[in-house]
């Protein structure tokens, strides 16, 4: 029993949804952030009642400029102290990179990096000092491999990924228990296809079966607890992920995404 306090942004829905059931589990506390304040209050009353822990609501737009800054501000209001930072929050975008609007890829580009980074810089200070804390950063498989047809949204989780293996080099050069967990999930169950438009894409017509957002989680706050640096949870993405990323040369690999992103 952990008996820690965790921030997960993006709770939502999906992954972030059930990262929240995982860390009440054991009795943990939590700050639940998103922007649809009336599924994060219900989840919030169903923990509350389900594991007699304490929970709260932030709304907040992480695509907007401040919405770090005011977080850890009312965080700090509150009189709070965050062990666990879990930045789950993110979403795609299907389309060719010249067809898509630079408003809609600069949304993500906020959302995906620029809050988790900032969200990490304000907490890490903290986070350095308290025992048993850490960062899980929610990348995906995607980061592996350079994406056709949702290359930014690709290219965001590449950025988490390397941004995860150098601030654990860094962390292992301090006294400190903090370290990074990077979860990077394959197609799974959640609102995430139909929010990137990519419902009938090959990747999530063939290779998501078996994979809900229940296991993910759980695999995903398994790996944390033990400081894993990085996670792909099912063996199917573990071998994929080999394929792609570590034998196949990487313009081959943004062919063969350009194959599992397309449509039949
Ligand atoms: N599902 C997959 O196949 C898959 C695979 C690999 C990685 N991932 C990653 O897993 C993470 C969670 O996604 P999911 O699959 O659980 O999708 P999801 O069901 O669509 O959940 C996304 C969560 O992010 C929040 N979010 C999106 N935009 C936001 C914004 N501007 N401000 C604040 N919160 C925002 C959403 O909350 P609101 O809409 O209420 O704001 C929601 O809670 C993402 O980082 C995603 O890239 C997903």
Redesign the pocket.
């Known amino acids: 029993m952990t008996n820690k306090l965790a921030l997960i942004?993006?709770?939502?829905?999906?992954?972030?949804y059930d990262l929240a059931f995982e860390h009440a589990k054991h009795n943990g506390d939590l700050v639940l952030v998103?922007?649809?304040k009336a599924?994060l209050e219900q989840l919030a009353s169903e923990l509350r009642s389900k594991y007699q822990i304490k929970v709260w609501v932030v709304e907040?737009?992480?695509?907007k400029n401040n919405a770090a800054l005011e977080i850890y501000e009312w965080i700090k209001a509150q009189n709070l102290q965050v062990d666990y930072l879990i930045n789950?929050?993110?979403?795609?975008g299907y389309g060719t990179f010249h067809e898509r609007s630079f408003e809609d890829d600069s949304n993500m580009i906020q959302?995906?990096i620029v809050a988790l980074t900032q969200l990490s810089k304000l907490f890490m200070p903290d986070l350095i000092q308290r025992q048993g804390s850490r960062i899980m950063n929610?990348a995906?498989?995607?980061g592996f491999v350079p994406g056709t047809f949702q290359a930014v949204y690709y290219a965001t989780k590449a950025y988490v990924q390397s941004l995860g293996y150098a601030i654990n080099a860094e962390l292992e050069t301090i006294k400190t228990d903090l370290r990074v967990t990077t979860l990077c999930?394959?197609?799974?169950s959640?609102?995430?296809?139909q929010?990137a438009k990519a419902e009938d894409i090959r990747a999530f017509k063939y290779l998501k079966r078996g994979v809900d957002?229940k296991f993910v989680a759980e695999y995903g706050y398994k790996a944390m607890l033990k400081a894993k640096y990085i996670a792909t949870p099912g063996f199917d993405n573990q071998l994929l992920v080999h394929f792609i990323s570590k034998i196949a040369p990487r313009m081959q690999a943004a062919r063969i995404t350009r194959f599992m992103q397309g449509k039949d």
């Open positions: 942004t993006g709770a939502s829905s999906g992954i972030g998103a922007r649809r599924q907040k737009d992480l695509s789950n929050a993110g979403f795609g959302v995906n929610v995906s498989v995607a999930p394959g197609p799974t959640t609102e995430f296809a929010v957002s």
